[in-house]
């Protein structure tokens, strides 16, 4: 149901006392509002149910005070930071199965009460360094079946201290760098499966913490895509075999690196050699005399 609305005589008051405070500016946003957005239901709980109104655009009207909103299962192609933003009190964002294609660190610049968001069922192709930084209270965040994703940036994740519950699976992942994941200190859930996952050199450090910290995983579908000899055994199960694997072949550098490293040592020693030969000389020289 929709907001009951306020008595007559007392809506323009609290009206105008709402506006004051927060400053002409802010007036004219259409974002800012007692009521509720067209095709969308909104309780008393701060409730803004959007859900499957084939919306293609980020619903306007929406109530400043909204706790949790919920837009998916419609067309919606962006979520416009300047109207996000406004919502400084939404905990929880449901985005899930819609169009979105992008998302950055502006996207959420001020939501810092946010701790749970979804972002399932969309096109997106790439996160960017930063891009969750700013959910600072973010507990769960699931980013499954994109079907487009294919490079999740190192410290994408970086600042969220708080996470707990992590899902990627079913995109288009091979290779995953977990330098800022497994620093976080909460972390205690990770999805992965349905990835096409490298299980090459590259990727050794992903399937050793796999293998490490099992109770993490739900292993399900978490497993190899290539090498071909590798097709299809789990991340956990490769761990150990990379780590030896990976650090006993020698690559043309190495190689390099030994004979340069053997030529110095052997002029070196003829060069010491040839020294004490002078020293000796001279030595004896000097004791004859």
Partial sequence: MRLAPQPASAQPLRLVVFFVL????????????AGCPDRCVCDEQLVVQCAGQHLTTFPVNLPLATRQLIIS??????????????????????????????????????????AYLDLSFNTLRRIEDRTFGPLASLVMLRMTDNPELSDIHPDAFSENEALQVLDVSRNNLTALNITSL???????????????????????????????????????QTVCDSPADMQGRRLSEVGIELRTLCHQTLDSWDYLF????????????????????????????????
């Avoid at 004979?259 to 004896?284: C, D, K, P, Q």
Wanted: proline residues 5%.
């Fill in 22 to 33: 927060l400053g002409p500016g802010v007036v004219s946003s259409p974002v800012i509002s």
């Fill in 73 to 114: 299962n419609n067309r919606i192609a962006e979520l416009p930071p300047l109207a996000l933003n406004y919502l400084s009190d939404l905990v929880y964002l449901d985005c899930s199965n819609n169009s979105l294609t992008e998302i950055s660190e502006s996207t959420f610049g001020n939501l810092r009460k946010l």
């Fill in 182 to 220: 497994i620093a976080l200190p909460t972390l205690r859930s990770v999805g992965l499966s349905g990835n096409p996952w490298s299980c090459q050199c590259d990727n050794e450090d992903l399937c050793l913490w796999v293998h490490l910290e099992t109770f993490k995983f739900q292993e399900g």
């Fill in 258 to 289: 030994f004979v340069v490293i053997g030529f110095v040592i052997f002029a070196a020693g003829t060069v010491s050699a040839w020294m004490m030969g002078v020293v000796m000389v001279l030595y004896e020289r000097y004791i004859k005399k």
